[in-house]
């Protein structure tokens, strides 16, 4: 699917585009394609010039692959986006852009929230975006603040976990949900920070090849800056996370504690009763005055009895049942 967008009155608009012949007869700043077919690609390389990467190429990690000017004067950028939808599982998309013609094309597998949300502040702030540089600062400006909001939500999320996990009364049940949570928001902080990390070698990309006017320069210095602070949210949160899943491990160890105590006290408790059992089950023909006794067999029963009951009442007078 293509997407254009033209430059009206210092505002964003959106051409629709049924054929190649629509795409012609427009004057673009930015080319958006979602998961384009081969015909699209042959629309934008036949008008533009332009041949857009395949997945594999998107995919590759190293700076040489995904920060270049190709020989003709294209630049060519490969950054990580961040999809945080409750519909689906948290996941980055590694988007391939091209800055060429004054134009600025970005190739993309699935539809992405950033992308969504530039779209409509460029609708509603005429005179944000004055060329297709813009457009590429913007998306990054906005990453920045999508992962800062994401890192809000998992702050809200962890809070919860923290009340669960430091009222004290943890079931192993609630700790696995807890285990749970915590692991799926460990996984989002490190994507962020991935994130973040990415999008800084990819501003720091644009900086150097000078390519930026002023007002551009300083707004990715501000990228820069953000991010910078999005780096010690993510280490606060890595420490935070760490603290609760020991402490929740460590109430299951309490509980897994309290059960082994219990048999523990039971199995001592059961030790003079079970010497009192074996000494009367011998059967020697010697000396045994026991043997003949009429109230022995009582006897034996009332001595296990009161052998069993006096360690649980000293246990418990100790408060080691507790």
Known sequence: MINVFVLHNGRLSQIHIESREDLENTLPIWVDLTDPNEEEREWVKGIYGVTLPGEDEVKDIEASARYYEADNGDLH??????????????RTVTVAFILAREILFSVHTVDLPVFRLVRMRARSRPGSIADYKDVLMDLYATDAEYSADTLEEIYDELEKASAKVLSGDVTDAMAGEV????????????????????TRRAVSFMMRTKMLNAEQFEEARQILRDIDSLDSHTAFLFDKINFLMDATVGFININQNKIIKIFSVASVALLPPTLIASIYGMNFHGWFP????????????????????????????RGWLK
């Open 179 to 198: 285990l749970g949570a915590i692991a799926r928001h460990e996984d989002m902080n490190g994507r962020i920070r991935r994130n973040a990390m990415d």
């Open 290 to 317: 026991e043997l003949d006794w009429t109230y022995g067999y009582p006897f034996a029963w009332g001595l296990m009895i009161v052998t069993a009951i006096t360690p649980f009442w000293y246990f418990t007078r």
């Open 77 to 90: 950028l490969r950054t990580d986006f961040l999809i945080d939808d409750d519909d689906e599982p948290a």
